[in-house]
């Protein structure tokens, strides 16, 4: 009986923490480069009941055993890495992947990080940094008279001046492996792990790296319609559960009242 | 006197158990490639009330065996490259430490070795051993095709196995975190009508509806079996009291 209860429990736990995702995927709906995640279910390990082929009774072996299961469990978040919306912003720094790839930042401690996220923008030094102020990796400067800057499909960077156009400078792309190894730190950002592998740089277009869109972003690839859906399954997968323990409590309470 | 108590217990401690299984199914609504365990216990029962031979019910003597429903699950898209879902009846074979292990669910991933395993990180095994993507492969440039062979545009990875037991698919046992058991004496056979479909996962095959009546159905019965021995017992004292005053 009480193990009813907890399989329940377990259940009710799984879609609070699928409700959790689903929550932060639809508060990102609207993030730049974000990637949502899903989550993986597994049942849990069986009780054995009865084995298979035992003798019933006489002269009869029972054809299958009884095993009664013990719950769920979260098994995985992944993230899906596929590519966002593309939304044009007419800003001549901002930048879309189309196809795989990240950009590299250093952070102030020298770490580097990975994002998708192409909101570029010039700080004071005139140095080309993410929306959160780190600064992008090979490092580009935008020299002080620049009248306009053009980003090319193969991600080499140039601006035009008064004596005319040159080039500053060219972004670089990374791959991983395995990206659903990328640990999220927030931010847009993703740090390399050793399920990810080691970041391997590239140049826009080439051997399977994605092209620059320039004046795009890419927005979050959360889907709206499937996650709302989602909420509404997890909701009364969660209800459902917790009905199932008001049966149990029935049960319980009807054999209590036998003996009086 | 009708039924020794002892044995109405056992229908009670029946129901129990079918309420445990049903219990568990709900729990795994949501797990991608769970086959709902059934216990048919209160839909045996009640097909012997209806046909008038509650005897076997009073005997304490119907027996319902936890099988395992095996029928397909709903097929949704996910996009990511690494899910895979099979259209049929095969299973995923993998390789553990423990012993060979078939699962539905194809929430693939890559490990530390790059080679390819199932969400807990067991081996996804291979027609020829372990499947290993190199390094250089990105996981969007993975394709699965439907006969279960990984590759990319440029080269061949490995095939995926998928096996299948035919009619002695009923011998499997749950052996828990998605994965089924076989039986030692049990080979698994090629699957020849599976097909794999990359970027989707099996959905359950629990019915909100179907475990919500049994849970309904088994909790009435629960009560009216109750309400039985509680009246055998106002029976007894009834037929005490004769005898004392007689």
Redesign the interface.
């Given at each position: 009986?009480l193990?009813?209860f907890s399989?329940?429990a377990?259940?009710m736990d799984?879609?609070q923490t699928?409700v959790d995702v689903i929550a932060n995927n639809l508060a990102n709906v609207n993030t730049n480069g974000y990637k949502r995640q899903?989550v993986?279910?597994?049942?849990?390990?069986?009780v054995k009941?009865?084995q298979?082929s035992r003798e019933?009774s006489a002269g009869v072996t029972?054809?299958?055993?009884?095993?009664?299961?013990?719950?769920?469990q979260i098994?995985?978040t992944?993230r899906?890495?596929?590519v966002g919306e593309f939304q044009r912003t007419g800003n001549e720094l901002d930048m879309a992947i189309q196809g795989?790839g990240f950009f590299q930042v250093t952070q102030p401690n020298g770490e580097l990080r990975y994002t998708r996220d192409g909101a570029i923008q010039k700080d004071a030094d005139g140095l080309l940094v993410n929306a959160g102020g780190y600064q992008l990796d090979p490092a580009i400067t935008i020299p002080e008279d620049a009248l306009a800057v053009d980003i090319a499909s193969d991600g080499t960077v140039s601006v035009e001046t008064y004596t005319g156009t040159q080039v500053v400078g060219s972004i670089q792309l990374y791959?991983?492996?395995?990206?659903?190894?990328l640990t999220a730190e927030g931010g847009n950002l993703f740090r390399e792990t050793?399920?990810s592998?080691?970041a391997?740089a590239g140049t826009p277009g080439e051997n399977?790296f994605g092209t620059i869109l320039s004046q795009y972003l890419e927005k979050s690839n959360v889907q709206m319609v499937n996650e709302l859906v989602n909420l509404i399954?997890?909701q009364?997968?969660y209800e459902?559960?917790s009905?199932?323990i008001r049966?149990?409590d029935?049960?319980l309470q009807?054999?209590n009242?036998?003996i009086r | 006197m009708t039924t020794p108590i002892s044995q109405m217990a056992t229908g009670l401690q029946a129901l129990m158990n079918e309420y445990e299984t049903v219990t568990h199914n709900l729990a795994n609504s949501g797990t991608a490639g769970f086959k709902r365990r059934v216990n048919a216990f209160s839909a045996e029962l009640e097909r012997q009330q209806r046909l008038g031979e509650e005897r076997s019910l009073l005997n304490g003597r119907i027996d319902a065996q936890g099988a395992i429903d095996f029928t397909q699950g709903v097929l949704t898209r996910t996009e990511r490259p690494l899910d895979v879902a099979l259209e049929g009846k095969g299973f995923i074979a993998l390789d553990t430490p423990q012993g060979p292990l078939y699962t539905r669910n194809g929430a693939l991933s890559i490990n530390l070795l790059n080679q390819l395993v199932d969400s807990s990180g067991r081996l996804v095994s291979g027609q020829n051993g372990p499947i290993v993507i190199p390094n250089a492969v990105m996981e969007s440039d993975i394709r699965i095709d439907a006969d279960g062979t990984v590759r990319t545009e440029e080269m061949q990875m490995g095939r995926i196995r998928i096996v299948e037991f035919g009619d002695a698919v009923d011998e499997l046992t749950p052996a828990g975190h998605g994965c089924f058991r076989a039986p030692e004496d049990l080979p698994p056979q090629e699957a020849a009508d599976t097909r794999v479909r990359q970027g989707y996962k099996e959905n359950s095959n629990v019915q909100m509806v179907h475990e919500l009546t049994s849970l309904i159905s088994l909790s009435r019965l629960y009560e009216a079996n109750i309400n039985v021995l509680r009246k055998n017992r106002e029976n007894s004292a009834t037929l005490l009291e004769v005898a004392r005053t007689a």
């Amino acid at each position: 009986m009480l193990r009813a209860f907890s399989t329940a429990a377990t259940g009710m736990d799984a879609q609070q923490t699928m409700v959790d995702v689903i929550a932060n995927n639809l508060a990102n709906v609207n993030t730049n480069g974000y990637k949502r995640q899903q989550v993986n279910f597994q049942d849990l390990l069986y009780v054995k009941m009865r084995q298979a082929s035992r003798e019933i009774s006489a002269g009869v072996t029972a054809p299958s055993g009884m095993e009664v299961g013990s719950g769920v469990q979260i098994a995985s978040t992944n993230r899906a890495f596929t590519v966002g919306e593309f939304q044009r912003t007419g800003n001549e720094l901002d930048m879309a992947i189309q196809g795989d790839g990240f950009f590299q930042v250093t952070q102030p401690n020298g770490e580097l990080r990975y994002t998708r996220d192409g909101a570029i923008q010039k700080d004071a030094d005139g140095l080309l940094v993410n929306a959160g102020g780190y600064q992008l990796d090979p490092a580009i400067t935008i020299p002080e008279d620049a009248l306009a800057v053009d980003i090319a499909s193969d991600g080499t960077v140039s601006v035009e001046t008064y004596t005319g156009t040159q080039v500053v400078g060219s972004i670089q792309l990374y791959r991983f492996s395995n990206p659903a190894g990328l640990t999220a730190e927030g931010g847009n950002l993703f740090r390399e792990t050793e399920a990810s592998g080691a970041a391997v740089a590239g140049t826009p277009g080439e051997n399977g790296f994605g092209t620059i869109l320039s004046q795009y972003l890419e927005k979050s690839n959360v889907q709206m319609v499937n996650e709302l859906v989602n909420l509404i399954t997890a909701q009364r997968a969660y209800e459902i559960n917790s009905r199932a323990i008001r049966t149990g409590d029935n049960m319980l309470q009807q054999l209590n009242m036998l003996i009086r | 006197m009708t039924t020794p108590i002892s044995q109405m217990a056992t229908g009670l401690q029946a129901l129990m158990n079918e309420y445990e299984t049903v219990t568990h199914n709900l729990a795994n609504s949501g797990t991608a490639g769970f086959k709902r365990r059934v216990n048919a216990f209160s839909a045996e029962l009640e097909r012997q009330q209806r046909l008038g031979e509650e005897r076997s019910l009073l005997n304490g003597r119907i027996d319902a065996q936890g099988a395992i429903d095996f029928t397909q699950g709903v097929l949704t898209r996910t996009e990511r490259p690494l899910d895979v879902a099979l259209e049929g009846k095969g299973f995923i074979a993998l390789d553990t430490p423990q012993g060979p292990l078939y699962t539905r669910n194809g929430a693939l991933s890559i490990n530390l070795l790059n080679q390819l395993v199932d969400s807990s990180g067991r081996l996804v095994s291979g027609q020829n051993g372990p499947i290993v993507i190199p390094n250089a492969v990105m996981e969007s440039d993975i394709r699965i095709d439907a006969d279960g062979t990984v590759r990319t545009e440029e080269m061949q990875m490995g095939r995926i196995r998928i096996v299948e037991f035919g009619d002695a698919v009923d011998e499997l046992t749950p052996a828990g975190h998605g994965c089924f058991r076989a039986p030692e004496d049990l080979p698994p056979q090629e699957a020849a009508d599976t097909r794999v479909r990359q970027g989707y996962k099996e959905n359950s095959n629990v019915q909100m509806v179907h475990e919500l009546t049994s849970l309904i159905s088994l909790s009435r019965l629960y009560e009216a079996n109750i309400n039985v021995l509680r009246k055998n017992r106002e029976n007894s004292a009834t037929l005490l009291e004769v005898a004392r005053t007689a």
